[in-house]
């Protein structure tokens, strides 16, 4: 059975930062795409960033600039580097693989306030 592991999320102060790490088991996960979304209290769930198997990346308008998504095939990882958080970024984030099937990590939260 797959299993995503995210680790990473915690309480900074607004222009902080913190790096979310998402680890998969298994051998090959080459040919996914890999990806972070996020749902704060009250609202829907929305893409926060998306990287392909061919390395092409994806982002949400109000991350752009600020957020960085990359992948290691070797260690079935990927990560979301996120600098300048701010109090609308809180939310709980979920790792997210797919391509014919879709797997998803058990969520991390990240609150930014004062």
């Known amino acids: 059975q797959v299993q995503l592991v995210e680790s990473g999320g915690g309480s900074v102060q607004p222009g902080g930062s913190l790096r979310l790490s998402c680890a998969a088991s298994?051998?090959?996960?080459?040919?996914?795409?890999m990806g972070w979304y996020r749902q704060a209290p009250g609202k829907q769930r929305e893409l926060v960033a998306i990287?392909?198997?061919?390395?092409?990346?994806n982002y949400a308008d109000s991350v752009k600039g600020r957020f960085t998504i990359t992948r290691d095939n070797a260690k079935n990882t990927v990560s979301l580097q996120m600098n300048g958080l701010q109090p609308e970024d809180t939310a709980v984030y979920f790792c997210?693989?797919?391509?014919?099937?879709?797997?998803w990590g058990q969520g991390a939260q990240v609150t930014v306030s004062t």
């Open positions: 997210n693989f797919r391509n014919f099937v879709n797997y």
């Open positions: 298994g051998s090959n996960y080459r040919t996914y795409t």
């Open positions: 990287i392909t198997s061919g390395g092409i990346t």
